[in-house]
């Protein structure tokens, strides 16, 4: 049996569908409230903006944080609107905690479009899914490893953790960045 080291890592889910604006998020996902694209977007940033303190927080104590669908993620889907613009996206997430790497799950869209539960969101049509995918690509830099999803559960955790790993050893030594 391998022996990892041990980090306090926290996992955080965006949106946080707990708090005002997370739950105003909810509803509309859900499809139970219509908001105009740009009205949604700056919702799902202001989302983010509320983490922020907490998650620099526990950064500063040398805690590892897990997010999944961080501010790449609110872009890439309000930018594959129509009449939403990429660069105009990214406005409201400047100054953001950056991470120290993105693993970027790649899946094409009808394998996604297979699995359970796909298509009770707002956003889980493939020619949506489609347009974000390529968006998350023109937001891809350096620090983002691309992963093939569509592998074993257990071969995708091993992937994912070996580069991890590698990535919190290197982070414990590096200042925090910040988004664009």
Same mark, same amino acid.
């Given at each position: 049996?391998?022996? =990892?080291?041990?980090?306090?890592?926290?996992?955080?889910?965006?949106? +946080? *569908?707990?708090?005002?604006?997370?739950?105003?998020?909810? +509803?509309?996902?859900?499809?139970?409230?219509?908001?105009? %694209?740009?009205?949604?977007?700056? =919702?799902?940033?202001?989302?983010?903006?509320?983490?922020?303190?907490?998650?620099?927080?526990?950064?500063?104590?040398?805690?590892?944080?897990?997010? %999944? *669908?961080?501010?790449? &993620?609110?872009?890439?889907?309000?930018?594959?609107?129509?009449?939403?613009?990429? $660069?105009?996206?990214?406005?409201?997430?400047?100054?953001?905690?950056?991470?120290?790497?993105?693993?970027? =799950?790649?899946?094409?869209? $009808?394998? =996604? &479009?297979?699995?359970?539960?796909?298509?009770?969101?707002?956003? $889980?049509?493939?020619?949506?899914?489609?347009?974000?995918?390529?968006?998350?690509?023109?937001?891809? %830099?350096?620090?983002?490893?691309?992963?093939?999803?569509?592998?074993?559960?257990?071969?995708?955790?091993?992937?994912?953790?070996?580069?991890?790993? &590698?990535?919190?050893?290197?982070?414990? &030594?590096?200042?925090?960045?910040?988004?664009?």
């Amino acid at each position: 049996m391998v022996s =990892l080291p041990i980090y306090q890592t926290i996992r955080r889910h965006i949106p +946080d *569908r707990t708090t005002a604006v997370g739950q105003l998020i909810n +509803d509309y996902l859900m499809k139970n409230i219509d908001l105009t %694209d740009n009205a949604i977007h700056l =919702l799902f940033s202001a989302n983010r903006w509320e983490m922020e303190p907490k998650m620099k927080s526990l950064i500063s104590k040398g805690v590892t944080l897990v997010v %999944d *669908r961080y501010a790449y &993620s609110g872009i890439a889907f309000s930018a594959a609107k129509k009449g939403m613009d990429l $660069e105009w996206c990214k406005k409201a997430e400047t100054g953001l905690p950056k991470p120290d790497v993105v693993f970027f =799950l790649s899946l094409s869209p $009808e394998v =996604l &479009s297979k699995r359970g539960g796909f298509g009770t969101e707002r956003y $889980e049509v493939t020619e949506i899914q489609k347009e974000v995918r390529n968006n998350f690509l023109k937001l891809a %830099d350096d620090s983002w490893k691309v992963i093939n999803a569509d592998q074993e559960v257990d071969v995708l955790h091993q992937d994912i953790l070996s580069h991890a790993l &590698s990535v919190i050893k290197n982070a414990e &030594s590096k200042p925090l960045g910040y988004l664009w």
